[in-house]
């Protein structure tokens, strides 16, 4: 919708610079301040999905809870142990599975649906350029993945996180069609640049608020690795996680 309005908002301008500054100095540089204006809200449109340009997107809750969610699985290595540290402090959590990481470990996302974690669509094949992509290739990939998920767990996902996070009018599009939801973060972890793991327990543990996403990734030895010792901080500083009885209903409040 905001995307809508502002390009009728530019339309507007540039017929108004057209009719009254077509013979003034003034035409050529109203016209490139209007369009810079234009291209930079795009661009924020574009990398950050809490701005809700193109689409609504949930990234935080309104809840006193916090919820952890993971990406890029599932993985043979890691997601076993993440979800070993979960289950010991009872905590629930969003894993946005890539489709043919699911294929290729289809028990392990059965085991994150057994054990009363949510599942989501994050992209068959998780292309770095996926934001590039036409609506009908964009179209085949997130519902390649949805049918994937969907054979291996049973479940119909209302759940997406677009790949890097970036959206455009296209994905609105797909999305509304799918009837599905897309889901972002609030707190980034970084978990795939931080390489010391006192860091990242102490970015995660300084940052995090009630009503929190926070985005970490299955996939990583690391974030396995600090996982139990940023749950037990966080939960001496007064975090509450979501749990298996309010983890949908707080997502889709």
């Avoid at 301008?13 to 077509?22: E, M």
């Avoid at 455009?168 to 795939?192: F, H, I, Q």
Wanted: net charge positive; glycine share 4%; with cysteine.
């Amino acid at each position: 919708m905001k995307h809508r309005i502002n390009t009728l908002i530019l339309a507007v301008a540039i017929a108004s610079i057209s009719w009254f500054l077509w013979d003034s100095w003034l035409f050529i540089p109203s016209l490139i301040i209007v369009l810079l204006i234009y291209t930079v809200l795009l661009t924020l449109g574009v990398l950050f999905m809490q701005y809700n340009y193109f689409l609504k997107s949930t990234t935080r809750l309104n809840a006193n809870t916090c919820l952890i969610s993971f990406d890029d699985g599932p993985d043979p290595t890691n997601t076993p142990k993440i979800l070993e540290v979960l289950a010991k402090h009872d905590i629930k959590a969003v894993f946005f599975t890539i489709g043919r990481k699911v294929e290729e470990q289809p028990e392990i996302a059965k085991q994150i649906i057994q054990e009363g974690h949510l599942i989501g669509n994050h992209s068959y094949e998780h292309n770095n350029f996926m934001s590039l992509f036409t609506r009908k290739k964009l179209r085949d990939d997130i519902g390649k993945a949805q049918l994937t998920l969907k054979n291996v767990t049973g479940i119909d996902t209302p759940y997406f996180r677009p790949p890097i996070g970036y959206t455009n009018p296209r994905y609105a599009s797909v999305l509304g069609e799918l009837k599905m939801k897309c889901v972002g973060w609030t707190l980034r972890s970084y978990d795939t640049v931080i390489k010391d793991a006192e860091k990242l327990k102490k970015r995660l543990n300084t940052l995090i608020k009630p009503g929190n996403i926070i985005l970490l990734h299955d996939n990583l030895d690391i974030t396995a690795a600090v996982l139990d010792d940023f749950i037990q901080q966080a939960k001496a500083n007064g975090i509450i996680f979501a749990s298996s009885a309010d983890i949908k209903k707080i997502l889709d409040a």
